[in-house]
């Protein structure tokens, strides 16, 4: 967008959109941008299939890296601080609302951002007048990911695969996709970093990658978080 058109857009949607993901190792199969992947393709499904809820959103570019530093024993991760990434958020939402945006969607694609996201929406609320939505994506399709890939298909691994399978089928590297040598978690702390429990980088079993199926969890998971979201607005939220 141009800035005249920029300046309506955000006058006239009923909020902004930012897509939230990271930089960080997704196994010796998928590329390190995969959670960026993932947040610019899940957010423009989100944005197309808004109208049909009767809602307007306008989407803002990629908020590309993240917090992980628990992944960085592995090459190409890289990581913000939790502080420098929740002010990162906290700037990039005041600078919309100095442009008349007074309803902000962050949709999260990757688990390491929740903490400092939580504390932004805070300040964004209190400090900026910012009506700040968080939505972890996968937290809307839970459900449906666990009856399709049962309970291991967490990171670089069944759904992650998957996803890029669907959107971004020249970024995987067939060859090197293979069952991931896992740990058992513990149950009474969590790791420190990702190789503690990770042998390439991944969890589960990314050859069961099946893009067909969730291509159909997106288009629910899509409709499912509209709902929710127009019937928050509805209720005054
Ligand atoms: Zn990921």
Excluded at 55 to 71: I, T
Excluded at 154 to 166: C, F, I, Q
Aim: aromatic share 8%; hydrophobic share 35%.
């Amino acid at each position: 967008m141009t800035w005249p058109e920029a300046g309506d857009a955000l006058l006239t949607a009923d909020a902004a959109v930012l897509p939230t993901g990271s930089v960080e190792q997704h196994a010796r199969h998928l590329p390190v941008s995969v959670d960026s992947l993932r947040a610019d393709h899940l957010s423009a499904e989100l944005c197309e299939a808004a109208a049909a809820h009767d809602l307007a959103f306008v989407r803002l570019s990629v908020f590309s890296y993240g917090y992980s530093e628990h992944h960085m024993a592995f090459p190409g991760t890289v990581t913000l601080s939790q502080d420098t990434y929740r002010d990162a958020v906290i700037e990039i939402g005041a600078s919309l609302a100095d442009h008349g945006v007074d309803r902000l969607l962050l949709l999260n694609c990757h688990g390491g951002n929740r903490e400092p996201l939580s504390m932004a929406v805070d300040r964004l609320g209190r400090d900026h007048d910012v009506t700040t939505h968080l939505l972890h994506w996968t937290d809307f399709a839970r459900d449906a990911l666990e009856e399709e890939f049962g309970d291991e298909w967490g990171h670089a691994g069944d759904h992650e695969t998957s996803v890029v399978e669907l959107f971004r089928p020249e970024l995987v590297r067939e060859t090197e996709t293979e069952p991931q040598d896992t740990r058992s978690f513990p149950q009474t702390r969590t790791y420190r970093y990702f190789d503690d429990v990770t042998e390439q980088g991944g969890l589960g079993d990314p050859t069961n990658g099946d893009p067909a199926a969730v291509a159909e969890i997106v288009s629910e998971t899509t409709d499912e978080i509209l709902r929710a979201l127009r019937e928050d607005i509805e209720n005054g939220w």
